[in-house]
């Protein structure tokens, strides 16, 4: 057996599995199954299937889940650096599916890094509505943010808080919530050995106390009618059907919704009825858990007071279209022009990591060395006619001379650890403002006036990715009519968005981050 696993977690799965234990057993024998999701914010999945590099078989439970066949890697390939798919363990991809999103609601992924679920949920909204992405560790948040990046996420905001301060700022707010628990692990032993080093007999019961405090928290941010989904990846009941039923308990108002046949109880394994297990040697993935919750109230009778002005009104948590303006770009002038004095004067990093959206900390005394909010609004919004043609919808939120558009007006956020309050769309420099590669990976080329297809299968794409220079004749660029070519171009991967080049007289200078080429 590949893995060494510890012998009293041995001995409690052969009480909770009886005759398959050992059928369970052999799977540590066995390599762990792989697999991609497609993100169909940029592609469909019918078509990834046209184009893939390699053969890929479908996920029963994610309709846009597929096995990767062994030797593949989808990770080296500059489709997967364009955003076109997420790598994935199989049984990670069920919660999302039965969390059950919709275009237009707004969802919460609490324990969110590195962002595989989230982006799973992005995909789901289509850019509409919203997405919070929380996670309690600050380094993690870092690969979160990234990864909603690399989807082409338009409407998600990243937190770095407690589900209890979250649920304070957003009272009954989430249509849905998605709890996927710190657990023991115990479902990745099989992929993870670390996994196994670290557990021991205590391990299930720290994290079960843990669970409790979370459903807990998130359960005041759920709306009346809302869904729920708990899941874990681990086998141990006290943190999976426990954790459950002390919820129940304390929370009438709640109940489980039947499972739609995702997994299956072995003998011997007392079942919460309506809660689901994906046992590894009756499915093709590792170990999870998964419980879907709904609260019971009515939406109607029981709604929440407003946390800020159109709070009952998702269509007004964005900028309305008649001042965003379409895609000549009219109108979008004098939505900029108006000026949230509050959101002034912040310093910060580009992502602003763990900055506190606050007026006590919109007084530091730092404004005089920034540009100030009408600049940053006026600069983008000609960069936005000249290089874009339209304004994208969205709050403007400022950190210093950096800008980005939120599905969340600014004063939601107060007082809140946030990471990526929404689209980063870039920041002024000398007076000019440049271009976020985040804008870049979540636009189409049509949304573009200036933009570059390279073959996906050619040399100037993994060039492209490196960070060189390429030269480009001018007859190669899609220049919208009346438009330079010189300029920024929307660089495309075989017709899909992977970042920005600068071009000139023949030459495409790059504008790939540093910190996400390929290596």
């Known amino acids: 057996m590949a893995v060494q696993l510890p012998h009293s977690f041995s001995e409690r799965m052969k009480q909770l599995l009886g005759r398959e234990y050992e059928a369970f057993m052999k799977t540590y024998g066995e390599p762990p199954h792989t697999g991609i999701r497609v993100n169909t914010l940029k592609i469909a999945a019918d078509e990834l299937q046209r184009i893939s590099p390699y053969r890929m078989e479908p996920i029963p439970w994610c309709s846009t889940g597929f096995y990767t066949i062994e030797g593949a890697r989808p990770g080296k390939h500059p489709y997967y650096h364009a955003g076109l798919y997420y790598i994935q363990e199989p049984s990670a991809m069920a919660p999302v599916e039965l969390l059950g999103v919709l275009p237009g609601d707004r969802v ?24 919070v992405s929380n996670d309690l560790h600050p380094e993690r948040t870092k690969a979160l943010a990234k990864n909603l990046e690399l989807c082409g996420a338009r409407n998600a905001v990243v937190l770095n808080e407690s589900p209890e301060r979250i649920a304070a700022a957003f009272p009954g707010f989430f249509d849905r919530i998605l709890i996927d628990a710190p657990c023991s692990g115990e479902g990745m032993f099989r992929k993870d050995e670390d996994m196994v080093r670290q557990w021991d007999e205590n391990t299930p019961a720290k994290y079960a106390a843990m669970q409790r405090e979370i459903l807990r928290a998130a359960a005041l941010a759920l709306r009346p009618g809302g869904t729920m989904v708990y899941s874990t990846c681990t086998f141990s009941p006290e943190e999976n059907e426990g954790s459950i039923a002390g919820f129940l308990a304390g929370h009438p108002q709640f109940s489980v919704v039947a499972d739609s046949g995702t997994g299956s109880f072995a003998p011997g394994l007392e079942p919460l009825p309506g809660t689901a297990r994906l046992w590894p040697h009756k499915v093709k993935g590792e170990g999870h858990f998964i419980a879907v919750l709904r609260h019971n109230g009515d939406p109607e009778k029981e709604k929440p007071a407003g946390l800020w002005p159109g709070d009952g009104d998702k269509s007004l948590l964005a900028m309305p279209r008649g001042e965003s303006g379409g895609r000549n770009g009219e109108g979008s002038k004098a939505a900029l022009a ?3 004095k509050s959101s002034a004067g912040r310093g910060g990093s580009r992502n602003a990591r763990n900055s506190r959206i606050s007026p006590r900390n919109d007084s530091r005394g730092r404004s005089a060395a920034i540009t100030s909010e009408g600049e940053i609004l006026a600069s983008y919004a000609e960069f936005a006619r000249e ?3 339209w304004q994208p919808e969205g709050c403007p939120v400022l950190f210093g001379e950096h800008l980005y558009l939120s599905s969340l007006p600014r004063e939601a956020l107060n007082g809140l650890k946030t990471v990526r309050p929404g689209w980063y769309m870039g920041h002024v420099r000398s007076g000019r403002f440049i271009p976020g590669h985040p804008l870049a990976t979540a636009l189409t080329a049509r949304e573009s006036l200036r933009s570059l297809t390279l073959p996906g299968d050619g040399p100037e794409a993994v060039s492209y990715l490196k960070g060189e220079t390429l030269s480009i004749s001018a007859d190669r660029l899609t220049v919208a009519p009346g438009t330079s070519p010189k ?16 071009w000139q007289d023949g030459i495409l200078k790059n504008e790939y981050p540093a910190g996400w080429r390929w290596t």
Do not use: E, F, H, N
């Open 108 to 131: 919460l992924d609490l324990c969110a890094a590195p962002g595989g679920k989230s982006t799973q949920i992005a995909a789901k909204l289509q850019g509409k509505g919203m997405l």
């Open 338 to 340: 108006r000026k949230d």
């Open 387 to 389: 290089q874009l043609g």
């Open 487 to 502: 300029g920024y171009v929307l660089v495309c991967i075989d017709g899909y968005s992977a970042g920005w080049g600068k």
